[in-house]
């Protein structure tokens, strides 16, 4: 905007202001009105919903689901639309932090004096695209419950072998169903497909060994079940000994 | 819609004259508004405070002023009532990573009065700002709101909306069971993941490289002391500017539509 936009623009605020009413009472009215709205609202929902406080706490867990409030959903969403592990940096926190600046920015880019939305097209379509490709990924993730099934076959050596094998097999497959792998690892046809890569196949690309140093170690956001390892070693060595028969099907 | 009839804004009378000797003694009720009156006669005397609130209050809005412009209040309304609420819970909160915190939270709901309501209208009353927090900003967003001379105000506004997510990432932590520690330990590794600040941010919001007994005390002084003063303040910035420059009008109306000049007359 130049200076003369910038004078025609208060010029013409200031005409519509003296055609107005004063903030008190007619504004304060409908604020009123509407703060009543929002606060029954609150209370209905407390009312109706609850306040439910789930299973305490426990490092040492092996049933979990790492969910965030929903409103975090389309991040976390974010996070598997983006593939390729050089670029989760990118899409965790790069996203979101060029997402503010650029809003931050907003009015220092988008210069024109036209308020109008219909009369600003990219800034419209912009909007309702952030808007739809928000409520899409909401809905994703809202859909996205990490399931605690996985019908990948038992590999026919090991059945075959039966005995103590197989038995930690089952358990590992128990552990790592309940940790909530599924909700960031695909399994077969099971799991989500993102943030973490596939791990049908996990054992024909990484080694046991690399398997448990992973899992202790691991790079973020996937979390570190090292206390999993110290407090209970057997639920650990089952879980590394079941994702090393992942050889794909 | 039939328009809503409002009585015109009270002008501040001037005040009235001595009553003649002899006449009736005071009622209480006029004793009660007299006493009122210098009181606050008493107070702007020392403050003249009357004048800033006349100022916000008896300013016009412009022609057209809709519902939409309600939201930006009744996102107020919802930090408000965060507020109230989160000054009840806290006194019964215990940020103790050894179960205290998760036991204060299970006595809030089966023991105190009130205290699942109280702490289900925190919970809920959460999600009910991010929604007008987002619906406020669609609003000045498709509405240019953000343009000349408001720019400053928008600035003001991003900075409370992710102050608003990081109280919500904040107290995800506190009640402390299962969901909101391993999402926790996600989020915190998810920042962790960062270029250059990511890790000494992770750091500073876990009290150190692991996840310990500071952490969930660390998170309660962010969620319940830093963000929310940072907000106010800004809050406060927010509305001065709101009031200093105006809100603006609908950007469909112009101050010399014949259309509406007539509907007026
Ligand atoms: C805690 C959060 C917030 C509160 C309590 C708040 C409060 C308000 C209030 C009461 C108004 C007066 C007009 C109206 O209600 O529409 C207003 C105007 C405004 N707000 Fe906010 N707001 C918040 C967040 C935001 C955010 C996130 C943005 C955008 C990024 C924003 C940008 C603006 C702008 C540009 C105006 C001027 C609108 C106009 O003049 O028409 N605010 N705000």
């Known amino acids: ?249 | 819609m039939p328009k809503l009839k409002l009585p015109a804004p009270p002008i501040p009378l001037p005040k009235p004259l001595p009553k003649r000797p002899g006449a009736p003694r005071q009622t209480p009720v006029e004793t009660a508004t007299e006493a009122g009156i210098s009181a606050v006669d008493w107070v702007d005397e020392r403050t003249s405070l009357s004048g800033a609130a006349r100022w916000m209050m008896f300013r016009k809005v412009p022609r057209g002023t809709n519902w939409f412009y309600t939201l930006g209040s009744s996102t107020m309304f919802a930090f408000l009532s965060q507020a109230v609420t989160g000054v009840f819970l806290a006194m019964y909160y215990r940020p103790d990573a050894a179960g205290g915190a998760y036991e204060s939270i299970r006595y809030i709901n089966n023991e105190v009065f009130l205290g699942e309501f109280v702490h289900g209208m925190h919970k809920w009353g959460s999600s009910v700002m991010v929604i007008l927090i987002f619906l406020h900003m669609a609003r000045t967003f498709f509405f240019g709101a953000y343009k000349y001379p408001r720019e400053l105000n928008w600035g003001i506004g991003v900075a409370l909306l992710i102050l608003t997510m990081a109280m919500s990432f904040t107290g995800y932590l506190l009640p402390f069971d299962q969901r909101s520690y391993w999402a926790t330990i996600v989020g915190v590794n998810i920042n962790g993941t960062g270029p250059l600040v990511g890790p000494y941010l992770s750091d500073f919001l876990r009290a150190g490289p692991e996840f310990g007994a500071t952490t969930l005390s660390r998170f309660y002084a962010i969620h319940m002391l830093l963000i929310p003063g940072i907000m106010a303040a800004l809050i406060g910035a927010h509305l001065y500017l709101v009031a200093k420059l105006g809100t603006t009008a609908p950007p469909w109306l112009k101050p010399s539509d014949p259309v509406k000049k007539e509907e007026k007359a």
């Not at chain 1, 055609?19 to 703060?35: I, Q, R, S």
């Not at chain 1, 639309?81 to 988008?110: H, S």
């Not at chain 1, 077969?188 to 080694?207: F, Y």
């Open chain 1, 1 to 249: 905007m130049n200076k003369q936009e910038k004078e025609s623009y208060l010029r013409e605020y200031a005409l519509m202001k003296q055609e107005g009413k004063p903030f008190f009472p007619y504004a304060v009215a409908k604020d009123g009105a509407m703060a009543a709205v929002v606060m029954l609202s609150i209370i209905l929902m407390s009312l109706f919903l609850g306040a439910e406080l789930g299973p305490k706490a426990d490092p040492t867990t092996t049933t979990y689901t790492p969910r965030p409030e929903w409103y975090f959903f389309f991040l976390f969403e974010l996070l598997k639309v983006i593939k390729p592990a050089e670029l989760v940096q990118l899409a965790t926190i790069g996203v979101p932090t060029i997402c503010m600046i650029l809003l931050f920015l907003l009015p220092f880019y988008d210069r024109s004096p036209e308020r109008r939305p219909e009369r600003r097209p990219i800034a419209t379509t912009a909007g309702i695209f952030t808007i739809c490709a928000m409520g899409y990924l909401t809905y994703l993730g809202a859909h996205a419950g990490p399931p605690t099934q996985i019908d990948m076959e038992t590999p026919p050596a090991l059945v075959a072998q039966g005995g103590e094998k197989l038995e930690q097999f089952e358990a590992g497959k128990q552990v790592v169903t309940q940790s909530g792998c599924a909700a960031c690892h695909k399994f077969g046809e099971n799991g989500n497909d993102g943030p973490g890569p596939d791990l049908t196949d996990i054992a024909a690309r990484l080694p046991e060994q690399a398997i448990a140093r992973t899992l202790i170690n691991p790079t973020a956001p996937m979390p570190s079940f090292q206390n999993l390892q110290e407090e209970e070693p057997e639920k650990f060595d089952a879980m590394v000994m079941y994702l090393s028969q992942l050889k794909g099907e």
